[in-house]
């Protein structure tokens, strides 16, 4: 059998989401006939059926639902070589560092300026996300290296270098009675009646069950937090980002957080390597809160 083509890949994700030729071949500016002998032909090719048709429309059949993640994963893949390769192809480009905004905001600014010190260093350039979005920005090519947490983000398939180790914060209203304690444990955090925890997305974007707040947005977070909705624990470095409403308190029996350089186990760029020295000669130590 012949390899896959990108084009026929692409043809086939876009009848699988849409379930309907007809929008398919509208979202991909050709005409019905042309897409619907290309699907057949891809059928045909692999030798098994992808969609069930009757009169009531189309569906996925095991198959088909098994080729549209694999060829959601491959197109993917596809994007992110081109971008990699248009970036490497300029030698004027800067690095691009994806971080959490206003995560490790004191190792991220010795970082930046341990490396621009060093002979000959390419000049970094810093890609501000969220919660959980640096993996992604990785595997697509839009970002060559990534500050990340363990135990919180998904380093699968990245090489990494751990950085340093700290412990957790509650971050809380000001005026709330929590607040005035010195140091807090998860039993004391966990079911707070009037505050409960906020629920950030797991790795594969689901949420948690609970009573607190859904979030994603470190603007949304702090806003709830200060109008007394809601309170988090997080590693002490992300408190960079409180407001004078908040109050952070320690979570002694909370899970060290070691914040690690991510970067793709293809990448051979030197520019990276030299990103990567710089931050693994950092005194990790002087970076815990």
Known sequence: MDDLETRELRYFVAVAEELHFGRAADRLGIA????????????????????????????????GRVLLREAGAA???????????????????????ATKAGASHELLRRLLGTHASEPGAAPVEVLLCEVGEQAGLLRDGHADVALMHRPFDDLAGFDTEDLCVEGQVAILPAGHPLASRDQLTLADVRDVPDLPI???????GSYPDGPGPEVRTQSKLAQLVALGKT???????????????????????????TTVIAWPPASRSLAVAALVRSAAGLDGTALRS
Do not use: M, Y
């Open 32 to 63: 019905q006939p042309p897409l619907s002998r290309a699907i057949s032909r891809l059928e045909q090719r692999l030798g098994v059926p992808l969609l069930d048709r009757d009169r009531r429309g189309v569906a996925l059949t095991d198959a």
């Open 231 to 257: 309170l988090l624990v997080i590693p002490a470095s992300s408190r960079a980002w409180q407001w004078p409403e908040h109050i952070a308190v320690p979570v002694v029996d909370a899970p060290n957080v």
């Open 198 to 204: 906020a629920r950030w997305p797991r790795l594969d």
């Open 75 to 97: 197109l993917d893949a596809v994007a992110a070589a081109a971008r990699r390769t248009r970036r490497a192809g300029d030698p004027k480009r800067p690095l691009v560092l």
